[in-house]
């Protein structure tokens, strides 16, 4: 198992109030599978003093944009090794 | 001057009025339906009053030139995001045409005083205001006005009114300077430096009437439809209401185009800290809109214990990694001092990032270097008011290299300073830059950024297609904002799935096949009549305009309307002087690889611009005589081939 | 007669506050809602139609307005109905009757419920 950084950013970041966090993983598949159970963990508490919070959608590697090192990644099975850091982003536009 | 109905189409007002600054006097401009079928409204609108008045060797502060405030048919309808007007007027940055939108409440205002339009021509010899309704048109002193900040003006004048305003940048004429409509701005290309030229430091307008519309039933209900669907759409429903356009910080970063050290690298190390995340995060008080907006993007932050707005994308990006600074306090601080002097944000932080590489390169110091954040507020301040040599920051990076030298790094074009997106890692968008009828501006450039790895993700490097997607790009905002409308409102043109799902087989599959689409696009700008169907959920935009004015409509009459309000600026440019060969970037952008191991990392500009002219029926830039007839602008010959000939000339 | 706000639909755009002539809709706090307080609604319906969401909608009992006349015998003359109407609607000399211009008239009501003599004839739907 890899020790690394995972940041979230873009509508990950406010609907599961993680901004950054270090966790071991494998591949890019283990990185959802953590981040979903701490998102549905964190939801879990916020609800005992918020009962109308609304629970984020699991996030799923076909919805987001993930660069790994800064570094497009196209595979959810690449493989992460020490220090490595996640990005996982939505899509943005502006003006 | 009121009472009668000048127009058989609904929609409108149907009257636009004409004021004449130094007499003092008004009248109605003639505008007939033949006009408004042609033209639509907006900007596409005021580009062509703009071809037929503008002459060789106009200049922005000449008497003569006129400042031409445009509405769109669907403002006042009940249709979302529809507060949007227009402000063209030959900019004395760029010495062209600049259009200015602006989403304040001044055009829904406008038309209820009974106006489509309102063109001001003149000079003041002294201060004024001018105040519209539906009975009349007052000129009344701005002495006790003159010097106040933008937010001091308003707070001046009637509450229930729509304004426009300058403020001390304005009045002293910084080449960049804005005009304010609430909290929202006329922002590039000057239009507030020939405000302060004519002494017009406010107008305001108010009246009972409302807009009629041809099909009011099944307008609530496409409007009701339509407001779903921006609220559904995973960029306008969620990305823009939870983090604003400073939502697109991480993105850029990801993608290289965050333009840093002034446009020097694509990536800025503390990003994190002037992000969306972090403003939304640390600073966010509420949400803020125009009105009729259903995004809902605007960000409200606190300044000094007021609640003021906060910054936008540009700023962010501009003075944060563009300047090598990564305290947001600052920009949230520098954002309020520009909005209050009415400056236009992105040029001012082009020219802080220009000054402070011709300090770091040893040919002028102005006291700016990158990094140092300790002097900037008083900078912008002595840039507005023209203190001693910060005169010279005022006017812009063109001119400053013109004197100090740099031109390589004097990141503009055509004079106006460019956004904050780096085009050497999203390619199409450099062509668009250059191509932009008003200078530096994404938008006008089509935006092409939002395919190149923002909302899309296709290719960012290869020029394949990216001449095609732009100008079909640039045509759909040009006739979406002369609707009155939200250029976001353009967005649900990428369905929402594919934008949803950037990892999905499918969306992959698209999105490779996009840049070689290029073809296609071109027959259908051609043929537009393959194009003659409507498709809700993707462009509600001719419906609206249909069900509101009663004329027919379709995503054929967008492109075309937006083909020739595309042309028309170009062309009204090319009268004012605008040589053959001035779609240019500066070579930094053009000849430095952004990536020295990858050389696809520049702007490849000339080989797109072949591309670009060829499809666009130009010559190096300049509309041929078969192109503007083609789409049905009126110009005299002999005086085409005068001014063509004038545009080809060397020198 | 009135308007009223629903606010399951209401997207807090603010287009009902610009539409009012009277600045009767009021945001909360957060202005993500806007409420109509149905004692100052006139009932003018100027910002029925300018809701891109149909928030808005006519209360109970509210009728519309078909035609707004002046009754001669009735009234002195006084101009206040010209002073409370924003379409300059009412016309006429201070201390004789006065006329409603049809043309400008946009059915509001304010008029009829300034008028201190009932001079002013409502005809509803």
Redesign the interface.
């Known amino acids: 198992m890899a020790d690394v950084t995972i940041?979230l950013?873009?509508?990950y970041?406010?609907d599961t109030q993680i901004?950054a966090t270090k966790i071991e993983a494998d591949k890019i598949t283990d990185v959802f599978a953590v981040v979903n159970k701490m998102a549905e963990e964190k939801f879990a508490e916020k609800q005992k003093e918020n009962p109308d919070l609304v629970k984020p959608d699991e996030i799923k590697?076909?919805?987001?944009?993930?660069?790994v090192n800064?570094e497009?990644c196209?595979r959810?099975g690449r493989a992460l090794h020490n220090d490595d850091e996640v990005?996982i982003?939505?899509?943005?536009?502006?003006? | 001057m009121r009472g009668e109905k000048m127009s058989e189409l609904l929609g409108y007002m149907g009257k636009v009025l004409f004021v004449d600054l130094t007499n003092r006097t008004h009248k109605l401009f003639p505008w007939t339906d033949a006009d408004r079928k042609r033209t639509l409204g907006g900007k596409i609108m005021a580009g062509d009053i703009l071809l037929h008045h503008v002459k060789p060797g106009m200049k922005a502060f000449d008497e003569d030139n006129w400042i031409v405030v445009t509405t769109g048919p669907l403002t006042g309808c009940g249709c979302p995001n529809s507060s949007r007007f227009n402000i063209s007027t030959i900019s004395p940055l760029t010495n062209i045409v600049t259009s200015s939108n602006c989403g304040g409440d001044f055009g829904l205002y406008l038309k209820r005083a009974g106006y489509d339009a309102v063109i001001f021509t003149g000079k003041s010899e002294t201060p004024v205001t001018v105040n519209i309704t539906v009975d009349n048109v007052t000129f009344e002193s701005a002495e006790e006005l003159w010097g106040k900040t933008t937010s001091e003006t308003q707070e001046a004048l009637p509450d229930k009114a729509g304004k426009l305003v300058i403020g001390p940048a304005g009045e002293n004429k910084v080449l960049y300077a804005c005009v304010f409509s609430n909290e929202r701005t006329a922002g590039r290309g000057g239009v507030g430096a020939v405000f302060g030229d004519k002494n017009l430091k406010a107008v305001t307008a108010f009246g009972h009437l409302m807009p009629k519309v041809s099909k009011r039933q099944k307008l609530n209900e496409l409007n009701k439809k339509w407001s779903n669907i921006l609220r559904t759409h995973p960029l306008t429903g969620r990305q823009l209401p939870k983090l604003g356009t400073a939502g697109l910080i991480a993105p850029m970063q990801a993608h290289k185009i965050l333009a840093t050290k002034n446009f020097s690298a694509g990536r800025f190390e503390d990003f994190e800290k002037v992000s969306g995340e972090e403003l939304a995060e640390k600073h966010l008080i509420r949400n803020a809109a125009c009105t009729t907006c259903v995004i809902r993007c605007a960000r409200m932050v606190s300044v000094d214990n007021k609640i003021v707005k906060g910054p936008e994308l540009e700023i962010l990006g501009l003075m944060g990694p563009n300047i090598m600074n990564n305290d947001l306090e600052k920009i949230i601080e520098w954002n309020y001092v520009i909005d209050e002097m009415g400056m236009d944000a992105i040029s001012t932080s082009g020219v802080v990032a220009f000054a402070m590489e011709l300090a770091e390169k040893g040919l002028h110091d102005f006291g700016l270097e990158f990094g140092k954040v300790d002097n900037i507020t008083e900078i912008i301040k002595k840039i507005a008011l023209r203190e001693g040599e910060y005169s010279e920051l005022a006017d812009g990076t063109r001119l400053m290299s013109q004197k100090y030298g740099g031109e390589d790094f004097a990141i503009q074009a055509k004079g106006m300073e460019l956004s904050a997106y780096e085009p050497r890692h999203a390619v199409g968008q450099g062509l668009g830059y250059a191509t932009s009828n008003r200078g530096g501006c994404h938008l006008n450039a089509g935006y092409m950024v939002c395919a190149e790895g923002l909302g899309l993700d296709v290719d960012a490097l290869t020029p394949h297609g990216k001449a095609a997607l732009s100008i079909m790009f640039q045509n759909l905002m040009e006739a979406v904002s002369s609707c009155g409308e939200c250029i976001f409102t353009s967005y649900a043109v990428f369905p929402g799935f594919l934008v949803d799902k950037p990892n999905w087989g499918v969306t992959k599959t698209i999105l490779a096949v996009f840049p070689y689409v290029g073809p296609v696009v071109n027959l259908l700008s051609h043929f537009t009549k393959a194009a003659q169907i409507n498709i809700p959920p993707l462009l509600p935009h001719p419906i609206a305009v249909s069900y509101a004015t009663g004329m027919r409509a379709n995503m054929a009459s967008i492109l075309t309307w937006g083909a020739y309000g595309f042309n028309t600026e170009r062309m009204a440019n090319i009268i004012l002087g605008q040589k053959a060969g001035a779609d240019k970037l500066p070579k930094r952008l053009t000849e430095e690889l952004m990536d020295p191991d990858d050389p696809r990392t520049k702007v490849p500009l000339e080989r797109m611009k072949k591309v670009y002219n060829r499809a666009r029926g130009w010559k190096d830039g300049v509309p041929t005589y078969h192109r503007l007839k083609s789409l049905g602008i009126e110009i005299d010959k002999e005086f085409y081939d005068q001014v063509v000939e004038e545009a080809f000339k060397n020198g | 007669m009135a308007f009223y706000i629903d606010k399951n639909e209401c997207l807090g755009c603010g287009a009902c506050a610009f539409a009012c002539l009277y600045n009767i809709p009021a945001p909360n706090e957060d202005k993500t809602c806007y409420e109509i307080d149905g004692e100052k609604c006139i009932g003018c319906g100027q910002c029925e139609n300018i809701c891109p969401n149909g928030a808005i909608k006519p209360a109970p009992g509210h009728r519309r307005i078909l035609k707004v006349t002046i009754d001669k015998n009735k009234c002195i003359g006084c101009s206040l109905c010209a002073r409370k109407c924003f379409a300059n609607a009412p016309q006429g000399k201070i201390k004789e009757p006065f006329e409603i211009d049809q043309s400008k008239c946009f059915k509001c009501g304010a008029c009829a419920l300034a008028c201190k003599k009932d001079a002013i004839i409502v005809e509803y739907e």
């Open positions: 940041k950013f873009g509508v970041r406010t901004s590697f076909k919805d987001a944009v993930v660069y800064g497009k196209k959810k990005w982003m939505s899509p943005a536009s502006g003006g």
